[in-house]
């Protein structure tokens, strides 16, 4: 990978290594789509980096439902290729839902598909499921119990509240009418 002065990859190699396994050309495939579609590009006058994800997350609609497709085609390789165990398949798919559901608000959501990097983080779950497989360390799903957890306690508390706020906004209209 070519990196920069800080040791950070700026992009993957496309160099065909002799003797590279099938499951080497799948990985290095799924880290330049990883790179294309997070960090591809530097703003200029910064070190921000940003990808096709959040380019086309300006498009309303239509660059999230795209972009959202690409980052589930990232997923469904890790579990098919790879055998992900399901709970780090599904915190996988948890980051491609969260980015695409807030990356679907206007402005919040393309700061936060600057900031998020789904793909990245989901090329990072890959490598370490692999590093522990290669290490003979067995793969561990707690962290990613915890992280699906604790998502799943956000949108309910999410849901919670605008259930609260739909019930009032009718009580008050409620009121309003029967006066």
Do not use: C
Request: proline fraction near 5%; aromatic fraction near 6%; glycine fraction near 8%.
């Amino acid at each position: 990978m070519v990196r920069d002065e800080e040791d950070k990859p700026l992009k993957p190699d496309a160099v065909i290594i002799p003797g590279a396994s099938r499951a080497d050309d799948v990985r290095n495939a799924l880290a330049q789509l990883a790179w294309l579609m997070d960090r591809a590009y530097t703003l200029p006058g910064t070190k921000i980096s940003v990808g096709l994800d959040a380019l086309l997350g300006l498009f309303p609609g239509l660059g999230d439902l795209l972009t959202g497709l690409i980052q589930a085609g990232i997923v469904l390789v890790a579990v098919t290729h790879y055998r992900v165990p399901r709970a780090v398949a599904a915190r996988m798919a948890a980051n491609v839902l969260l980015d695409v559901a807030v990356g679907s608000i206007p402005l919040v959501g393309d700061l936060f598909d600057v900031a998020f990097k789904a793909n990245t983080r989901n090329l990072a779950l890959l490598d370490s499921v692999e590093g522990a497989r290669r290490a003979g360390a067995p793969v561990r799903s707690w962290p990613s119990v915890l992280y699906l957890v604790g998502i799943g306690a956000v949108l309910g508390i999410a849901l919670l509240a605008v259930a609260v706020a739909t019930v009032a906004l009718f009580a008050w209209v409620f009121r309003k009418v029967s006066q």
